[in-house]
Each structure stands twice: as C-alpha cells, then as structure tokens.
C-alpha cells in the first residue's frame, strides 16, 4: 500500500528501446503463421526490400537477423573478415568500446584509437594510418555513427574520403544503431559496406532485429573470410531470401512490425523524419543552456539528434537523478554509462515522440534536478526555451500513435 501507483503513461526517454506506435503495436498483434508456405515470401521479400531502402541501399543486401544490434555487429564482422586480419576502430564511447572488445575477442588484430569522450573519431589519427598502410594490411575501418553514451557523431562521409584519397580497399564499417531512420545515413552515397542497426531504436519496433546491410564488395568479402559464422552466416540467408524465406524461423510479429514502422517513416518523408529529430534535439539543447549545464559533445558540428548527454556539477550525482526521475515522475532517463556513470545523463529524442512528449519531460527533468540539489536555473527555464524554439521553428510534425 506505501507503493504510490503510477498514473498517465511513462515517459520513456531512453534511447532505445523506444515508444512503440499504435500502428506498429496493431500490425504485430497477429497470430503466427507458416514460414514455409507459398505465401510467406511476399512477407519476407518486401521486409528485405523495405530495409534496404531504410538504409538508403540500392544495390547490396540488408540481413534480417532474430538478435539486436550487437549481433549485427557479430554478424559485419563475422562474415567478412579473417582470424588477425588488422582492423581500426575508434573508442569514444561505451558502445564503440564493447565493439572494439568484440573485435578483440574474435581474434582480429586491432588498432583501437581512444578519443577523450565527448569528443568524436580525429580524423588526422585516421588518416596518418590509411596513408602509411601502403602494403594494405588494414582490412577494415569501423566506425560509431552515433555514440549513444556521449551523444557526439562521427563525420560518416568524411572518414570515406580518406579511404579514397590514399585509395585504400579497406572494408568500411558502420555503427547506426541510434542514428539509421532518425539521422541522415546513405548507405550508398557514402558508399559505406556495412552498416548495422536493431530494431529497437528509429524503426520504433520491440527489440529483437539485428539488421545488417551488406555492399557487393562486403558480399564478395564473405566469400573468402574465414572467422566462424553459421547461425549468421551471410551465405545461408543470401541462400533462403532469394526466394523469399530465411534459413531458420522468423520473428512473423516482427517482420510485420517492420512493414508498418516503414511505412510510417515514408509517410512521414525520411528528409522529414530527420528535420524532426534535428528540431526535437536542438529543444532538449537549449532547455541543457537554459539550466546552464554543460553538454557532454564539445563540438556543435558534430552534436547528436536522438541522444543528449547532459553533464552535471559536483555534488549532483547522476544515478540519484534517473532515479527520482522514475520513481516519482515516472520518467525514464538514460543514466551516465561507464567513466560517465553519476556524472552525466541522457535525455533520448529517438523514435516516436512530438515537441510535447519532449517539453513534459525536460518539465520532469527541471524537478528532479531540483530535488536532486541542483538550484543553478529558474523552474521553468528549460521548458521555456525549448517551447520557444519549437514554436517558432514549424517542421510539420505527425503523431503516428
Ligand atoms: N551500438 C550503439 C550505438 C548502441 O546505442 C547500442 C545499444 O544501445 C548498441 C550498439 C548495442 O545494441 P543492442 O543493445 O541492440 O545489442
């Protein structure tokens, strides 16, 4: 009975997993169905086809695995690459630093550049390596689009352009876990060869998809690598999707999930999907000023827009803040991960929220940090300048749900 009952619907302002729409939760809620029969391939081809445009890729292959985004990366790597085959990759976050750990652990020869976090991949460091590599040892560079920890981007594009300028055949590697289908990522124009996501961030869906898209090159690569792989193997799916089947059973809810999620994001227009993450996040920046804390990315150009990590003075402790966030406004907040666990936390603006989700919660934010000891702003003032901004600024936003 001293357990207070929460009411209204909890905000949840995690970067992933996130809201799932009505629309999509309608499209899951089927019974399940034979994925051998004749009808199934139309299912499971469009769900390939539809992914592939979701990652903006017109000619490789996107995989659909039962698993999340670090099966994907599994899967990217797996797939590609050989037992000491040197690779670089650049840690600036939590999640760059467990795929570095992944990479290690599969036996690959690692050239991991540690970056102060807050700050993203230096592209100087990047460049020396490829310019030097004349003999072409490296055989991959893999990247973290999104940093979900610190909220800072990598340059995708540009880090391209280095592997042209020395014309290095290294296989390029990306991480869009939190930025494909909210932030602007072309597979193809960037000519990236693997770019891997889950289900559970932008396509709004429960998490369970591990989805991975594959450039011909990365294809060909497959052909010849050699670290273990089967229930990922890229070959076994190519096999099955062919005709429309996968090579074991399908999440069916799922697949139908995807289609509906899809269909909202082209509803809505892509270009329009990201004006609006831009537009929610630069809210959730200025209410951050507004309290005059400090954001964790110290660089504008390379801000993040599904994720703000947001830095906290001495004495105001991190974990304290998720906390009475939940228990008493039932508002789900990221928490500061690894050297920033206490000393940081993290407001999502990812998925399937409208400038008022968003202004609920930096209200919710301005009381806890209140309640947590923080005075160094007028209640209010965050809600304000956020409000301001979203007033002014008029991206035609749709709610899905
Ligand atoms: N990469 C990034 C950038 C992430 O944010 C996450 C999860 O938050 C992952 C990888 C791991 O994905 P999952 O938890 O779906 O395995």
């Not at 289609?259 to 609006?276: F, I, P, T």
Request: charged share 20%.
């Amino acid at each position: 009975a001293d357990v207070p009952v929460p009411h209204g619907r909890n905000f949840l302002m995690v970067p992933g997993p996130t809201n799932v729409p009505q629309r999509v939760q309608n499209a899951m809620h089927r019974n399940s169905e034979d994925h051998r029969s004749l009808d199934f391939p139309k299912l499971g081809k469009t769900a390939l086809e539809e992914m592939k445009r979701v990652f903006m890729c017109t000619r490789g292959h996107a995989f659909i695995f039962p698993g999340t985004g670090t099966l994907g990366w599994e899967a990217a790597l797996s797939n590609t690459l050989s037992p000491g085959d040197r690779v670089v990759t650049v840690r600036f976050g939590q999640f760059s630093h467990l795929w570095a750990d992944m990479m290690q652990r599969l036996g690959l020869d690692v050239i991991a550049l540690d970056v102060e976090w807050g700050e993203g991949p230096q592209r100087d460091i990047i460049e020396r390596l490829i310019r030097e590599d004349t003999g072409h040892r490296i055989q991959a560079l893999c990247v973290v689009h999104n940093e979900t920890t610190t909220g800072v981007t990598s340059d995708i594009p540009g880090l391209r352009a280095i592997l042209d300028r020395y014309r290095h055949p290294a296989l390029y590697m990306v991480d869009g876990v939190s930025s494909i289908g909210a932030m602007p990522f072309k597979f193809d124009e960037w000519r990236v060869d693997l770019a891997i996501t889950g289900s559970q961030k932008a396509l709004m869906l429960p998490a369970g998809l591990g989805l991975v898209c594959a450039s011909p090159k990365a294809l060909e690569h497959s052909k010849r690598a050699k670290l273990p792989r089967v229930y990922m193997s890229f070959d076994d799916h190519l096999k099955s999707n062919a005709d429309g089947f996968f090579p074991y059973t399908p999440s069916i809810p799922l697949l139908y999930g995807l289609l509906e999620a899809v269909k909202m994001l082209e509803e809505e227009g892509m270009e329009n999907v990201w004006a609006r993450h831009f537009k929610l996040a630069e809210g959730v920046r200025r209410a951050v000023a507004a309290w005059n804390l400090k954001l964790c990315c110290r660089d504008r150009a390379r801000l993040s827009d599904t994720v703000t990590t947001v830095m906290l003075p001495p004495g105001v402790d991190g974990v304290e803040v998720v906390k009475v966030a939940y228990q008493k406004y039932n508002l789900s907040l990221g928490a500061g991960l690894m050297s920033l666990r206490g000393k940081a936390f993290r407001i999502s603006s990812l998925g399937d929220l409208n400038e008022l989700t968003i202004l609920g919660a930096l209200a919710g934010v301005e009381m806890t940090l209140r309640d947590c000891g923080y005075r160094g702003f007028q209640l209010g003032a965050g809600v304000a300048a956020a409000a301001d901004y979203y007033q002014a600024h008029a991206v035609q936003t749709r709610g899905f749900s």
